[in-house]
Each structure stands twice: as C-alpha cells, then as structure tokens.
C-alpha cells in the first residue's frame, strides 16, 4: 500500500520561499518518476513538476526558474523548492508517483501579505 506524507506548506509573504517535502512508502521509489500537483481552490488540479527515476525534471511554465523539484531515494522522499513565491502559487500541493492513482493529503501553501 502506498503512503505519501506532504509537508512543508504555511503562510508566506510574496516574494518568499518554502521547501515542501513528500516521504514515501510501500513502493520502490527510485523505480519511479514523481510528481508534484496543486489544486486552488475552485480550480482543477494541475501538474507543477516532475522528475523521473533517472533526475530528469520537467516544470509548469508557470513555476520555471522558480521552483525546483529534487529527489533523495535513500530517504524515500521528493521536494519541492520554492522561490519568489507569488498569490497565484497558493493551493494544495500533493505529490504522486507517476502511473499510480495514489494521492496524500497535501500541503498548503497560502501566499499573502
């Protein structure tokens, strides 16, 4: 059974910065790709980044050159570094191993002064 635990998330002042954190069990992590997702309110969730079993990452237009997605397979656990945080970036943040239905209960992340 796979378990996700998001962490990491609060209230932070636009421009600022947050590292949010996904420690995973039940499945042998460094065989798969990860994903990070957010979900506003009202809004669908939507992909923020991913990075493969093999460190390749991929970024939403909308977070390049601000967040970084990064992964340690010898704590089972994937990040998300955060920078120059803005309003639009506050939702739900999950992560998800790529090709698995398997979903934690998120982070929140609210930005605003």
């Known amino acids: 059974q796979v378990q996700l635990v998001e962490s990491g998330g609060g209230l932070v002042q636009p421009g600022g910065s947050l590292r949010l954190s996904c420690a995973v069990s039940?499945?042998?992590?460094?065989?798969?790709?990860m994903g990070w997702y957010r979900q506003a309110p009202g809004k669908q969730r939507e992909s923020v980044a991913s990075?493969?079993?093999?460190?390749?990452?991929n970024y939403a237009d909308s977070v390049k050159g601000r967040f970084t997605i990064s992964r340690d397979n010898a704590k089972n656990t994937v990040y998300l570094q955060m920078n120059s945080l803005k309003s639009e970036d506050t939702a739900v943040y999950y992560c998800?191993?790529?090709?698995?239905?398997?979903w934690g209960q998120g982070t929140q992340v609210t930005v605003s002064s």
């Open positions: 998800n191993p790529r090709g698995t239905g398997s």
């Open positions: 039940g499945i042998p992590f460094r065989m798969y790709g």
């Open positions: 990075i493969s079993s093999g460190g390749r990452t």
